[in-house]
Nanobody, 127 residues
Framework: QVQLVESGGGLVQAGDSLRLSCAAS????????MGWFRQAPGQERESVAA????????YYTDSVKGRFTISRDNPKNMVYLQMNSLKPEDTADYYC????????????????????WGQGTQVTVSS
């Protein structure tokens, strides 16, 4: 089992950058595929980015490609989401999620695949 805690959200202006962090408990973090999701008020949760357990394969939803970067540091049990050129439409609660995997080279864009979720961190981008 893994517990996840997000941090790094805040209020920024359009064009600014933020780096979200997700700290994971447990000794087998390198066995988990990770994902970042977001949910804006009144909207469904959507996938933002995902990364394989070994960190070599990543996925981004089209709206964040070229602006966001997902990465992980397995020895530190951390996953990050670097968000650049933020837009007002990026405003949402951001969540990290984990799924235990038996292949280090797979990722899961869809939220249904994930078993563990953090409590979320709020990102607000003003215009």
């Amino acid at each position: 089992q893994v517990q996840l805690v997000e941090s790094g959200g805040g209020l920024v202006q359009a064009g600014d950058s933020l780096r979200l962090s997700c700290a994971a408990s447990g000794r087998t973090f390198s066995s988990y595929a990770m994902g970042w999701f977001r949910q804006a008020p009144g909207q469904e949760r959507e996938s933002v980015a995902a990364i394989s357990a070994n960190g070599r394969i990543t996925y981004y939803t089209d709206s964040v490609k070229g602006r966001f970067t997902i990465s992980r540091d397995n020895p530190k049990n951390m996953v990050y989401l670097q968000m650049n050129s933020l837009k007002p439409e990026d405003t949402a609660d951001y969540y990290c999620a984990a799924r235990l995997v038996y292949s280090s080279s797979v990722y899961y864009p869809a939220s249904d695949y994930y078993d563990y979720w953090g409590q979320g961190t709020q990102v607000t981008v003003s215009s």
